[in-house]
C-alpha cells in the first residue's frame, strides 16, 4: 500500500536556523509530491508541489523542497526560520485513485 | 476568488445520532474530497466525488456516506455516530482530481461526539 513517512514528529527550532523536513513515500509509480501547511487555528495551505521536470521545487514563504526517486525523499527546506513558520506541516503523495495520502506530520515549533 | 467554505464549523452530538456536513467548493471546481483529521490517525481519506458521481473512497465503515449535488456542493452524513468519529473534517476542492490538479482545502468542521 501507498504511503508516506515523515520521520520527526516535533521539531523545535531557533529563528534564523536552517529547517530541514524528511518525507518519504512508497510508491513505485509516477508520483505527485506536495507539501501542506496547517498554521495554529486556520485550514491547510498548500506550499510547493512537484508533478515532473526540475525536482528542486520552490514554494511560498521561501520554502523548497527537493524530489530525490533514488531515496524515495521530498524533503522540506528552508535556510532562515521565522517565528511566523510555526505550524504543522503535512507532506503528502498523490495516491493511484487520485486522492491524498498523507504523512503525520511534523510539529514545527520556533522559538523567538 | 472564494475558497471551499464549510458549514458548520463545529458541531456537538451525542452517540447512536447522525450528522451532515456541508461543504461549497471554490467555483469552477467539479471535485470534492472529504478527508478525516485526527490526532492519532493523522489525516486519512474519506470519498471524493466528482459530476454528483463518488468517484473514490477510503477505507471507513457505511456509516459515512456523501453525495454531490449539480453545483458541486457536496455533503457528507455520518450515521450512528461513534465516540471514535470525533473528529476535523476537512473538504478539498480541486478541478479534477487528476495526477496534475491540485486540491485547495476548506476550514473544517471540528465533529465532537459526546
Known amino acids: 500500500a501507498q504511503s508516506v513517512s515523515q520521520h520527526n514528529h516535533h521539531v523545535i527550532l531557533s529563528e534564523a536556523a536552517s529547517l530541514e523536513l524528511g518525507c518519504n513515500y512508497s510508491?513505485?509509480?509516477?508520483?505527485?509530491l506536495f507539501w501542506y501547511v496547517q498554521y495554529p487555528g486556520q485550514h491547510l495551505q498548500l506550499l510547493l508541489k512537484y508533478f515532473s521536470g526540475d525536482p528542486l521545487v520552490k514554494g511560498i514563504k521561501g520554502f523548497e523542497a527537493e524530489f530525490i526517486k533514488s531515496k524515495f525523499s521530498f524533503n522540506l527546506r528552508k535556510p532562515s526560520v521565522q517565528w511566523s513558520d510555526t505550524a504543522e506541516y503535512f507532506c503528502?503523495?498523490?495516491?493511484?485513485?487520485?486522492?491524498?495520502?498523507f504523512g503525520k506530520g511534523t510539529k514545527l515549533s520556533v522559538k523567538p | 476568488k472564494a475558497g471551499v467554505t464549510q458549514t458548520p464549523r463545529y458541531l456537538i452530538k451525542t452517540r447512536g445520532q447522525q450528522v451532515t456536513l456541508s461543504c461549497s467548493p471554490i467555483s469552477g471546481h467539479r471535485s470534492v474530497s472529504w478527508y478525516q483529521q485526527t490526532p492519532g490517525q493523522g489525516l486519512q481519506f474519506l470519498f471524493e466525488y466528482f459530476s454528483e458521481t463518488q468517484r473514490n473512497k477510503g477505507n471507513f465503515p457505511g456509516r459515512f456516506s456523501g453525495r454531490q449535488f449539480s453545483n458541486s456542493r457536496s455533503e457528507m452524513n455520518v450515521s450512528t455516530l461513534e465516540l471514535g468519529d470525533s473528529a476535523l473534517y476537512l473538504c478539498a476542492s480541486s478541478w479534477d482530481s487528476t495526477i496534475t490538479d491540485t486540491q485547495y482545502f476548506g476550514p473544517g468542521t471540528r465533529l465532537t461526539v459526546l
Open positions: 510508491y513505485g509509480g509516477t508520483v505527485n
Open positions: 503528502a503523495v498523490r495516491g493511484s485513485q487520485g486522492n491524498l495520502i
